[in-house]
Every structure is written in structure tokens, then in C-alpha cells.
């Protein structure tokens, strides 16, 4: 069985929206594709998701992938202490808005759009 759980929220200190999506699944992943289509509605939707931004992307996954091991990885990179104990920047992935959002498995992803305009977001 496989499940995908999304949460979206509205950024309030910049344009756009963030979206989380959660993926329990243990072998699937899945990629998303966003469009301003709606299947069967005639009317002219109520949102534009315009995609010219690139947007930002953080994966958090287990390193090992085994979901209770001590070390997370974020876009790829062991989230561990620097030598100066330190915690490693948080940059995101930078990834082209046209494409689709790939959510592997068991993995978290927070996803910005920037340019998704919606009314209720204003």
C-alpha cells in the first residue's frame, strides 16, 4: 500500500505557496506535475500556477533508508555536526518549475512555488 499525504500552506513573507508531501510508501515513489488544469471544469480556474521560477526544494530521507536510522539527509547530504559542531547549511534545490515534483519513497518534501497565485492567498 502506498500513500502520499500533501499539506499546502500560503507564504506569507514572499509570493507563492509551500507544499509538503509526505510519501509511508516503502518501494514507491511518485512524481507530481502541477498544470492550472482542472479535469472536466469548463470555467476558468481560480488559481494560476505560472512556473517561469525555479522553485526550492528540501528532501529529508534516512541514509540508509531504514526510517530510524540516527542520520537524515537533506537534498541528499547527511545532516551530521560539522567538526565545530556546527549545523551544515539548509540550502535548497533549486529545480526547474516545469518539471515534475519527485517525492521518493519514504521520504518528506517541502516544496516552494513562488509564482502560484492564488485569490485566497492575498
Known sequence: MSLIIIWVHVSFLL????LIFINLSKDRSFNITLSNAKPGDA???NYEFVGKQNREEYHLRALTGDI???IVCLN???MVQTDSEDIQTMDPKLV???TPISIAAQSIADVTIGDFEAPACV
Open 43 to 45: 470555467g476558468k480556474p
Open 76 to 78: 541528499d547530504v547527511p
Open 96 to 98: 526547474d518549475a516545469s
Open 68 to 70: 530510524q536510522d540516527d
Open 15 to 18: 509570493p507563492g505557496v509551500s
